[in-house]
């Protein structure tokens, strides 16, 4: 049986709600779509270029828009207080800015709130900066795995999934590594499963980082 569908769009409605919040018609719908990748990329490449820290992790863990006929909503899951503490209000104004120079919206105002989350390590997208950065800097790909784990681990998880793919360690051939510690139960679709699909461009090639991380079951 593949397993191919995506483990949060397979859970939307159980244990997982959408990201994007906002209604329109079927002519205009990808036009909202591309507007949200925007939104998200302009946000990512701030951050990137003005609060780079130590360890190369953005700590970004999610993105929610919600849209409104004259308001965009926008909250940044963040991971590291360091990030939240340096200018605040400054670089919030700032990202506002930039974002609505992306979009050129001028009917609509923009709100942009930024909420820290408990353990940064238990969510995936924060994991898998972790494991690009470690990748990037030529350390082992096991090593970087196991690391990976241990700090999940830290976050009290029930179990995490990791799958590199692509010319791993600079070998001609593409192959797939993944390791597994604890349950990643992939076909309950009462279990929650946070999961994350990464791309990170080594010296040798674009390499695919993929994550599961068991959190929780409902009842």
């Not at 925007?38 to 992790?57: A, D, L, P, Q």
């Not at 923009?110 to 350390?139: C, D, M, S």
Request: proline share 2%; with cysteine; net charge positive.
């Amino acid at each position: 049986m593949g397993q191919k569908i995506n483990p949060l769009g397979f859970r939307l409605g159980t244990t997982q709600g959408h990201y994007s919040l906002w209604f329109a018609q079927p002519k205009n719908y990808s036009e909202g779509l591309q507007e949200d990748q925007k939104i998200r990329n302009c946000i990512k490449n701030y951050v990137e270029k003005n609060m780079r820290i130590s360890s190369g992790v953005e700590g970004i863990a999610r993105i929610e828009i919600q849209k409104k006929i004259d308001l965009i909503q926008i909250i940044i899951y963040m991971g590291f207080k360091k990030l939240l503490m340096e200018g605040r209000s400054r670089r919030i104004e700032e990202l506002q800015i930039n974002v609505q120079k992306k979009l050129n919206c001028v009917n609509q105002k923009l709100n942009i709130a930024i909420t820290r989350i408990a353990n940064p390590y238990g969510h995936p997208n924060i994991l898998a900066e972790f494991i690009a950065g470690q990748l990037k800097n030529r350390v082992s790909f096991r090593k970087a795995m196991k690391k990976a784990i241990e700090l999940t681990e830290q976050a009290d998880t029930k179990g995490i999934q990791v799958q590199i793919a692509g010319r791993i360690d600079g070998k001609e051939i593409a192959r797939v590594e993944w390791i597994r510690e604890g349950r990643v139960p992939l076909q309950t679709i009462r279990a929650k499963i946070e999961y994350c699909s990464y791309t990170v461009r080594t010296i040798y090639g674009v390499l695919g980082i993929k994550i599961w991380i068991f959190v929780d079951e409902k009842k």
